[in-house]
């Protein structure tokens, strides 16, 4: 009974750290949230050490799966989220970038000065910065630095055609901020509108996992071939990827790369 008490709590403490810490502001977009790992990993012991003890084959391998998909599912989110506060900030550095000129400094300088002062925008730049730094010419900088992005491409474009082409180049870089807070506007309204079809694909995705947990708690027999049999472990953890798979799915669709 002890072991019991001791699974479940631990179970318990994982699983609120894992839902209760606030995203750490991670250095690139791309990066996974490590720090997710301990409390998950606290959880999945949790879960392992009642598996164990109840005798459950379901339990002892959907845990595992269900950490996995919470982890990968988290990165995902705070990429969004991410890539969302860079796309907030891009408006904001080209103004600061046009002002800089207007006041007389270079592009180059300006540009490097500028991202600096911006941690979002800093976060995709540092590469172009930190070449700048280096002594490498801006052009050059900007050509071996690659972006999905199409607001941030726009703007790195036009950076170099008036680094190697010249002409007035506080004005063009206005106007390229008011094309890049447009699209940001466009983008933001059609994801918007699309928020309800995604909380519809995500109920129909769980759909499945909701029918099997209703009748298992309807039904004992069901409940023990679920807990208690392989079989009935096969059962949840294709359930557990066919619902993982069809919310990524579903997310790619909706949101893309971002």
């Not at 072991?3 to 631990?10: A, E, Q, S, T």
């Not at 990968?72 to 550095?93: E, I, S, Y």
């Not at 080209?94 to 002002?99: G, M």
């Not at 979002?120 to 540092?126: K, Q, S």
Request: with cysteine.
């Amino acid at each position: 009974m002890t072991g019991l008490w001791f699974g479940v709590c631990l179970a318990m403490v994982g699983g609120a750290f894992a839902v209760g810490s606030p995203p750490p502001r991670l250095k690139r977009p791309s990066q996974l949230n490590l720090r997710t790992w301990p409390p998950l990993l606290l959880a999945v012991v949790g879960c392992e050490v009642m598996a164990v003890i109840w005798r459950s084959p379901a339990l002892a391998t959907a845990a595992p799966l269900l950490a996995l998909m919470a982890h990968l599912g988290l990165a995902r989110v705070n990429k969004r989220k991410a890539r969302q506060r860079f796309r907030r900030a891009l408006p904001g550095f080209t103004d600061e970038l046009a002002q800089h000129l207007r006041s007389g400094g270079s592009l180059s300088s300006g540009f490097a000065r500028v991202a600096r002062e911006s941690p979002e925008v800093l976060t995709v730049l540092e590469p172009v910065v930190r070449s700048i730094d280096a002594g490498e010419r801006i052009e050059v900088a900007l050509a071996i630095f690659e972006t999905p992005d199409e607001a941030l491409r726009l703007v790195l474009l036009t950076v170099r055609l008036l680094v190697t082409t010249g002409g007035p180049a506080s004005s063009t870089i206005d106007r390229v901020g008011e094309n890049v807070r447009a699209v940001i506007a466009s983008e933001e309204e059609a994801k918007a509108l699309a928020g309800q079809g995604t909380a519809s694909a995500a109920v129909l995705a769980a759909l499945p996992v909701g029918f099997g947990a209703l009748t298992a708690f309807s039904n004992s027999d069901v409940a023990r071939l679920y807990a208690f049999e392989w079989v009935g472990a096969a059962c949840v953890v294709t359930s557990l990827l066919l619902t993982g798979a069809g919310w990524f799915w579903i997310d790619s669709l909706m949101w893309g790369r971002s």
